[in-house]
């Protein structure tokens, strides 16, 4: 047993190494490329750094989108200035920095809206309407997620769609209408089952939640 548990725990550490080597390879190259980048590519790459902080180093990634933005501006690149003002806005919303959030989600909804970039639009819009939930404007959160649902439904965007109907399920819980609520988390479910979707543990963890408001304690868990 003692045996079995030193191999699986060297496996276990190999495994966080690895990934972690994984990482700081991914880190290397970006900023190799950024190092020998022409004007008009810098943006994308300081875009790619900034998402690739996201996770786990806001101060980092607010950096690297703010740099992405001022480089944009000087190379008016409108696409990676959107791109650049997204990144901000949904690590802002990460951070719980609302306010901020709301107002460069709206520059990148704005400039995705501009340009016709359409997943852009989306992926804004949703980020917007879970604001307006946050803050209890349901009405202007219904019209957002539902503007994000339809363009990614017409885009056959699969994690788009998982996402912004777990979304509409949350709004509805909290407007508790749960027929509604359970229509939108079991399509959501079943999409992301169906597509082997990361967000399949989001979906479970809003299902068990709304049944943790519910009281039913078994079912939630």
């Known amino acids: 047993m003692n045996l079995l548990k030193r191999v699986l725990t060297f496996f276990i550490c190999f495994a966080s190494v690895s ?41 980092k990634a607010v950096y690297y989108s703010e740099q992405a933005i001022e480089n944009a501006k000087h190379v008016n690149d409108s696409t990676e200035l959107a791109n650049a003002y997204y990144n901000l806005g949904y ?8 306010s901020q959030a709301n107002i460069n ?16 639009i989306a992926r804004s819009s949703d980020n ?10 349901y009405e202007k959160s219904l ?8 363009i ?11 996402g912004s109907k777990n979304n509409l399920g949350i709004l509805y819980r909290n407007l508790n209408n749960y027929q509604k609520t359970l229509q ?12 082997d979707s990361k967000l399949l543990s989001t979906v479970y963890n ?5 049944y943790w408001y519910k009281e039913s304690y078994d079912s939630a868990i």
């Open 105 to 120: 989600l709206t520059k990148a909804y704005n400039l995705y809206t501009l340009i016709g970039n359409k997943i852009g």
């Open 19 to 59: 990934q972690s080597i994984a990482i700081n390879d991914t880190i290397v190259n970006l900023f190799s490329k950024l190092n020998s980048s022409k004007p008009t590519e810098k943006a994308i790459i300081l875009n790619q750094i900034a998402k690739h902080y996201q996770d786990f180093n806001f101060t």
């Open 152 to 162: 990614f439904i017409e885009m056959n965007d699969a994690t788009g769609i998982i």
């Open 91 to 98: 690590i802002q919303l990460l951070k719980g920095d609302n």
């Open 184 to 195: 939108y988390y079991h399509e959501a479910l079943e999409l992301a089952k169906k597509t």
């Open 206 to 210: 809003s299902i068990g939640t709304y």
């Open 128 to 137: 917007l309407g879970s604001l307006f939930r946050y803050a209890s404007s």
């Open 143 to 150: 019209k957002y997620h539902s503007v994000a649902l339809s």
